[in-house]
């Protein structure tokens, strides 16, 4: 059925290094996306969003890029740091009107010094 | 400000009992949002409410579960004889436009 999932379930990097977080989702008709972070014992938190009229947003440190084509999602992560380390979710708003929002199950980063 | 809270960040319930689940959004904030979040899993829609109207209710799991908003700011979760597999994570979320801020989330486990 229709879902957003992610292709890899851990990624180990060292610290200092660009990660690349990679989410696909299956609805053509999906309209805005959004990435968050959640560490251990914590709610997910807001990193950045794009709508799908754009195809890269960027913000501090972090990139988000939009192929719609191929209906692909990728969080890019520069210059990992130790705090970065958390399972990073792809969410997608399959229904307008409100955000009703669909996760994938996450990624989990890891960064070592 | 503050953000989104929740109470009780963690709660055990026996097999039956009735739990009351509470969500502090940040004020002002017309959209709120509950999900259940399973172990190793991204969160899952529950209900959504606009003010105090529950506008969407389909990822309700069973009608053991009830969600309120009265007066359109702090909502209750609540889920009547609970069952071992309500043991998750409900996270509470609010939105003034798009984004949704979450809550720390109340973890549940039913014994």
């Known amino acids: 059925g229709e879902s957003v999932g992610l292709h890899l379930p851990t990624l180990s990097v060292q610290e200092g290094d660009n990660s690349i977080i990679n989410c696909a989702y299956s609805n053509s008709a999906s309209d805005y996306f959004i990435w968050y972070k959640q560490e251990s014992g914590k709610g997910p938190q807001f990193i950045i969003d794009?709508?799908?009229?754009?195809d890269k947003r960027q913000g501090q440190r972090v990139t988000v890029l939009l192929n719609k084509t191929v209906k692909h999602l990728s969080l890019q992560i520069a210059a990992t740091q130790p705090g970065d380390s958390a399972v990073y979710f792809c969410a997608e708003n399959k229904y307008g009107g409100f955000q009703k929002l669909v996760f994938g199950t996450g990624t989990r980063l890891l960064v070592s010094p | 400000g503050a953000g989104v809270s929740q109470s009780p960040r963690y709660k055990v319930a026996k097999r039956g009992q009735d739990v009351a689940l509470r969500c502090d959004p940040i004020?002002?904030?017309?959209?709120l949002f509950w999900y259940q979040q399973a172990l190793g899993q991204g969160p899952e829609f529950l209900t959504y409410?606009?003010?105090?109207?529950?506008?969407?209710k389909s990822g309700l799991p069973s009608d053991r579960f009830f969600a309120e908003r009265p007066e359109g700011s702090v909502s209750t979760l609540k889920i009547q004889r609970t069952q071992q597999e309500d043991s998750a994570v409900y996270l509470c979320?609010?939105?003034?436009?798009?984004?949704?801020?979450f809550g720390p989330g109340t973890r549940l486990l039913v014994l």
């Open positions: 794009i709508r799908s009229n754009m």
């Open positions: 979320a609010s939105s003034l436009q798009e984004t949704q801020y």
């Open positions: 409410f606009q003010n105090e109207a529950q506008l969407d």
């Open positions: 004020s002002g904030h017309v959209s």
